[in-house]
Each structure stands twice: as C-alpha cells, then as structure tokens.
C-alpha cells in the first residue's frame, strides 16, 4: 500500500521534533489562533514599557497590580536589552509582534503576544524579592489580565506558552534529592498554574522542554556538568508524563510539549547547517552597546549571530530565530 505524501510529511515532522503524536482536535489550530500568551522565564520574556527593567513585559512582585488602561496602552520594547538574547526571542519570532527595533502595540499586531513571563523566575527559591514566579504569574493574569484581553482575545482565540524550568534545574542540580521524584514534583506545580488558566476557559497549551543546558560554555568545559545530561532528560521525561497526565484528565484540551532539546542538539551537532560557527563559548562583549559592528573589539572573530551561546545560559537571538521557524512548522503540521 502506498501512503500518502501529507501522511509521510507527517511522520517525518513527529520523527524531527522527537514528539510523540497527540490526537488533533479542533481547539488546536494554530493558525486560526489570534493571539499567544505566554509565562514563563528570561527565555521567554519581553520587556513592557509598564515592566520591571530587564525582567518584564508588566509589574513584578512588589507592583503585580494594574488597570486595564496600564495593560492596553502596554508596549514591547524592542532593543539590544529588551530581552535575555540580545534581539528578538522565539515568541517574537513566532509570532511576529515586536520583531521590529522599537516600540509595537500587541493589539497591533496580527497575531498578538501578551507577555507575563519574567527572567531569572524559578518556582522556589526565588532569586529576588521583587520576582514573579509562575504561579504568582497566572495569579496575575487571572486578576488584573484576562478581563480586559478577553474583550478582544478570547480564550478559544489564544493559545498559552510555557516555556520554564531552566533555573530550577540549575539551580538543583547539586541538591542531595531523588532528581526523578523532585522533576516530577516541580512539573506538577507547573500544571497546577496550567489548571488555573484552565478554569478560565482555555483549552490550548504549548509547553516546551528544557534546551541542552548540559552543553552550556561552563559545563562543555566542566568534567562534572551541572546540570548533567541525565538530569535534563529526567526533567524532559517529567514534563511530558504531566502533560500527558493533564490531556487525560481534561478530555476537553490539547497539550503539545515541543521538543526543543532535541532541535537545538541538532544546531550542536551541525552548527554550520544552520550558519553556526562557535557552539562552546561565547563572545565576551555580547553585552556592548556596539557588538554588532565591532565584534573584532572585543576578542570575538565571528558576529554575534554566528554563536550558538549569547552569554553563559542563554541562546543567541539568530538560535531564537531558528527554533521559532522550526516550531512554527511543527505547530502547522
């Protein structure tokens, strides 16, 4: 029996992505979708006008309240600070609000991106008093967020983005714990913050996966990388088990858990397939206000975007681009 060529494309985008096929259902089409929200950490986040500098699209811990007017007149900055990359990230990327240097209106865009993510969040132990942790960050969505955006982004219009993890696996990563047992406790505070947002009536959720943070410029260094391998796929392991779990349990809503791990390995495994050409460190004068043109300056022999590694933890905003063109596939298929 010969199959057909859409199916074969299918199984060919499952076999890429390393992700186990979830049935399709009408709730999840993304491109009927009008809008993303996202939570999240410094992977995730964009800075707000109304945000805590460096940290936020909107408020922080000590500031979580705001009106409807604070929330709509909100703008995503867009500059070399404006997020953890150094340029656009992902969700930027993916949906294409807030790409452009300046200042752009979510509700101007086609697909809108309403940001609650914040850098350096974990869920515990915080690392600053004024951070928003993912449960405190759909508490406030749930209480100063969804009644203003439902107005125009409807839950059945939106699809929420989960992008988190990161600094809880590093910062754990030395804890005299069972690793299995501890991911798995951590990925059910995650779905607890998911089934909040699902009282409110969404249906559609993209979780995302832990990147290679074994293969960070310290740990490819390092005889004893923290996190190791193992550790990244027990959480990755974890994460899917829960969401899994959760699709059961809500027979009403799909739950897609992309693999980013496994695309990003492959930008390491491959670098120049994807116009890479360091994947071990990264350029010491990231930061610089002209890195772009004098990359030479500081020490560095490529530009910028030809690091797989912006700084010690985080992706280069080229590697953002990359995956979010890989993810936007994967959604469509």
């Known amino acids: 029996m010969q199959i057909p060529e859409n199916i074969l494309s299918l199984l060919a985008l499952v076999t890429l992505t390393g992700a186990s096929p979830i049935k399709t259902t009408e709730k999840f089409q993304w491109s009927s979708k009008k809008g993303l929200i996202a939570f999240g950490d410094s992977y995730t986040y964009v800075q707000g006008i109304h945000g805590h500098q460096n940290y936020s699209f909107i408020g922080d811990a000590l500031n979580l309240a705001f009106d409807e007017e ?47 993510a914040f850098a350096r969040n974990q869920q515990h132990p915080l690392h600053h008093n004024f951070t928003v942790s993912l449960v405190n960050q759909t508490l406030q969505f749930k209480q100063y967020a969804y009644t203003p955006l439902k107005k125009f982004l409807k839950p059945k219009d939106s699809l929420i983005a989960i992008w988190i993890g990161i600094n809880d696996i590093n910062d754990s990563s030395q804890y005299a714990v069972d690793f299995p047992t501890f991911y798995k406790n951590l990925t059910q505070t995650l779905f607890t913050s998911v089934n909040e947002l699902y009282t409110l009536g969404y249906k559609s959720y993209l979780l995302i996966n832990l990147p290679p943070l074994d293969k960070t410029p310290g740990n490819q260094a390092s005889s004893t990388p923290h996190p190791n391998a193992t550790q990244v796929g027990w959480y990755n392991a974890a994460l899917s088990e829960q969401a899994s779990a959760f699709q059961r349990e ?35 004068g990231y930061d610089q206000p002209d890195i772009d043109v004098n990359y030479l300056k500081y020490g560095c022999p490529t530009p910028l975007d030809t690091y797989f590694w912006f700084n010690s933890g985080h992706l280069t905003s080229h590697v953002h681009q990359i995956l979010a063109g890989q993810l936007e596939a994967w959604l469509q298929g």
Request: charged residues 15%; aromatic residues 8%; glycine residues 6%.
């Open 250 to 284: 809500k027979s009403d809503v799909e739950v897609r858990v992309f693999d980013a791990h496994t695309q990003l390995s492959a930008m390491l495994d491959d670098p120049p397939r994807y116009g890479l050409m360091n994947t071990t460190n990264f350029c010491a």
């Open 70 to 116: 604070t929330l709509l007149s909100n703008m995503i900055v867009q500059n070399q600070t404006a997020t953890a990359e150094g340029g656009p990230n992902w969700l930027e990327y993916l949906t294409n609000c807030g790409v452009q240097a300046g200042l752009t209106s979510p509700r101007t865009c086609k697909k809108q991106l309403w940001d609650f």
